[in-house]
T-cell receptor
Framework: GENVEQHPSTLSVQEGDSAVIKCTYS??????FPWYKQELGKGPQLIID?????GEKKDQRIAVTLNKTAKHFSLHITETQPEDSAVYFC?????????????FGPGTSLSVIP | KAGVTQTPRYLIKTRGQQVTLSCSPI?????VSWYQQTPGQGLQFLFE???????NKGNFPGRFSGRQFSNSRSEMNVSTLELGDSALYLC?????????????FGNGTRLTVT
C-alpha cells in the first residue's frame, strides 16, 4: 500500500535560518500533497498544498516543491520565527475511482531557537 | 465561519467500557474523516463518511465504528476499550471527498483508558 516517509524527525534551527523537511511517497498515482502544522494542544492545520501538475508553490515564507519522477516533495520555510515551532506533517493523497485516501508522514518536530 | 468542533476534549475510561466521540464539521462540509494520533504511530486513518455513508475505512478492528447524520455531524464509537486505545482522536471535515481537498481538523478528543 501507499507509504509516506518524512525526514528529519526532529529539526532545530536558529531564528532567521531556513528549515527544509523532505517527504517521499511510494504510489505514483498520488496527485495531491498537503502539508499540515500541528501546534501543541491543537489539531493539524493546512499550511500549503500542491497538486501533481505543479512543480513548485510559494506562500510568503513557505514553499513546497514536488518532483514526481523521484516521488518526493519538500517543505521550505525561510526566515524562521519562534512561532514556526510545531510538528509538521506531509501527506500524499490517492484519488481512485471507488475511494480516495490521505496517507500522512510520521511528522517532523521543528524547534526554532530565538 | 466556525471551525470543526469535537466533544468532549478529554475522556477517561476503564478497560472494557465503550465511548462515543462527537464531531461537528464546518458548515457546508459534507465529508468527515476520523484519525487516531499516537506518539508511536502518528496519524492513522480510521474512516471517512460522506453523505451519511462510510466511504473508506482504515485498518482498525470492528470495535471502532462511526456514523454520520443528515446534518453532516459525525460520531465515533469504540467498544470494549483496551489500554492501547489511549490516543488523541481527531476529526477532520472537507468540502468534498477528503482525498482531493484540504482537511480541516478539530482540536481532538484525548482518550485515556485505564
Amino acid at each position: 500500500g501507499e507509504n509516506v516517509e518524512q525526514h528529519p524527525s526532529t529539526l532545530s534551527v536558529q531564528e532567521g535560518d531556513s528549515a527544509v523537511i523532505k517527504c517521499t511517497y511510494s504510489d505514483s498515482a498520488s496527485n495531491y500533497f498537503p502539508w499540515y502544522k500541528q501546534e501543541l494542544g491543537k489539531g493539524p492545520q493546512l499550511i500549503i498544498d500542491i497538486r501533481s501538475n505543479v512543480g513548485e508553490k510559494k506562500d510568503q515564507r513557505i514553499a513546497v516543491t514536488l518532483n514526481k519522477t523521484a516521488k518526493h516533495f519538500s517543505l521550505h520555510i525561510t526566515e524562521t520565527q519562534p512561532e514556526d515551532s510545531a510538528v509538521y506533517f506531509c501527506a500524499a493523497s490517492i484519488i481512485e475511482t471507488s475511494y480516495d485516501k490521505v496517507i500522512f508522514g510520521p511528522g517532523t518536530s521543528l524547534s526554532v531557537i530565538p | 465561519k466556525a471551525g470543526v468542533t469535537q466533544t468532549p476534549r478529554y475522556l477517561i475510561k476503564t478497560r472494557g467500557q465503550q465511548v462515543t466521540l462527537s464531531c461537528s464539521p464546518i458548515s457546508g462540509h459534507r465529508s468527515v474523516s476520523w484519525y487516531q494520533q499516537t506518539p508511536g504511530q502518528g496519524l492513522q486513518f480510521l474512516f471517512e463518511y460522506f453523505s451519511e455513508t462510510q466511504r473508506n475505512k482504515g485498518n482498525f478492528p470492528g470495535r471502532f465504528s462511526g456514523r454520520q447524520f443528515s446534518n453532516s455531524r459525525s460520531e465515533m464509537n469504540v467498544s470494549t476499550l483496551e489500554l492501547g486505545d489511549s490516543a488523541l482522536y481527531l476529526c477532520a471535515s472537507s468540502l468534498v471527498r477528503g482525498g482531493s481537498s484540504p482537511l480541516h481538523f478539530g482540536n481532538g478528543t484525548r482518550l485515556t483508558v485505564t
